[in-house]
């Protein structure tokens, strides 16, 4: 699973660390409210992101299959 992940996802995550410093230390109610403030925009934008990204490695389901695992094979889980 050598995907390469996208660069909002380090972003948003990098920001989310930040406000929960910001956050420990007693910031400023304004910069951690701004924070708070944008961070559904910040989340959309890396779903859309995620979801944009065209670097999916896995396979194609078969015609007779509904799901699948990538990492485990079918016969291995037990339950068919």
Do not use: H
């Not at 420990?24 to 925009?41: D, E, H, K, M």
């Not at 859309?48 to 007779?64: C, M, N, P, Y």
């Amino acid at each position: 699973m050598n995907q390469r992940i996208p660069i909002p996802v380090y972003i948003v995550s990098a920001l989310l660390l930040l406000y929960l410093v910001l956050l420990t230390v007693n910031a400023p109610l304004i910069i951690t409210g701004l924070l708070f403030s944008i961070s559904p925009f910040l989340v959309i934008w890396m779903v859309i992101a995620v979801l944009r990204s065209k670097t999916f490695t896995g396979k194609d389901l078969q015609e007779d299959e509904d799901w699948g695992y990538t990492d485990k094979n079918k016969e291995d889980l037990g339950m068919f």
